[in-house]
């Protein structure tokens, strides 16, 4: 049992602990109101990657402090295509590409094993988006039934890691720029663990990203992060680290779950 659940550090306390330490995996423990049958977890920067390389290491456990994260809702555009691969750029229905500025993603899993943050291997972990003209793939009322576009996991690997290649999200309206994610033990296993949460962007950055084209055809989005309602029940411990690689960007991102 953890305590003081509610304990929050400032950003500038944050960023002394991964001046610090180099890399934080951060993690908590579960919150006794949250959603049955479900794992509470934390997440954190784990580091700026610089080149390619970079995005891809996995930071080292740490045993910091621990601030808590929000589980947030799975939303109305979850479809389980079971789709395992890292570009989830393609339409396997019919081969076209997503437009938009690329985005490599790498995440970094970890379990909660007493005050330690191991990696968990062989957690499946899918996330899902919308294109940059704000539709989802294999929704009905987008018009995109069947097509299985920004939609893909992948299985964690030794390190707990795994990597996606995407494009930065679109926008739609009532929504703030945002990436689903979902982690699994076993999909087909009567018990399971669960846990869904998003993912979220500096809006500078999007400012920026959305001068480009595609994103630039749609005019200016309805809805910042501060005007979010699923941004405001913790989106600030979900933003996205973002860095700039090559023509596109990199984030790596930390999170812990506590399985007991």
């Not at 006794?32 to 700026?48: C, K, L, Q, R, Y």
């Not at 938009?100 to 995440?107: D, I, K, Q, R, S």
């Not at 920026?208 to 989005?221: D, M």
Request: glycine share 10%.
């Amino acid at each position: 049992m953890c305590a003081n659940l509610n304990k929050k550090l400032t950003r500038r306390e944050v960023l002394g602990l991964i001046a610090a330490a180099g890399a934080v995996a951060v993690v908590g423990c579960s919150d006794d109101n949250g959603p049955s049958g479900t794992a509470t977890a934390t997440s954190a920067p784990a580091g700026a990657p610089t080149s390619s390389a970079a995005a891809t290491a996995t930071p080292a456990p740490s045993t910091l402090s621990c601030i808590v994260s929000p589980e947030m809702t799975e939303g109305p555009f979850f479809v389980d295509e079971m789709l395992n691969r890292s570009d989830i750029t393609a339409d396997p229905s019919d081969g076209s590409v997503s437009d938009g500025v690329p985005l490599a993603l790498t995440l970094n899993i970890y379990e909660v094993n007493g005050d330690e943050c191991v990696p968990l291997a062989g957690a499946l972990i899918d996330i899902w988006h919308c294109d940059a003209a704000g539709a989802y793939s294999d929704v009905e009322q987008n018009g995109t039934a069947g097509r299985k576009f920004l939609r893909g996991y992948q299985v964690t690997d030794d390190n707990g890691a795994v990597q996606f290649a995407t494009i930065y999200p679109g926008w739609y309206s009532g929504r703030a720029v945002h990436i689903h994610l979902k982690a699994r033990s076993d999909p087909d296993a009567p018990a399971g663990y669960e846990f869904t949460t998003q993912l979220f962007f500096d809006d500078d950055l999007t400012d920026e990203v959305y001068t480009q084209s595609p994103y630039n055809t749609r005019g200016e989005r309805d809805v910042r992060n501060a005007d979010d309602n699923i941004f405001s029940g913790g989106g600030d411990q979900m933003l996205l680290p973002i860095t700039q690689s090559g023509d596109g960007y990199a984030a790596t991102f930390s999170i812990g779950v506590e399985m007991a």
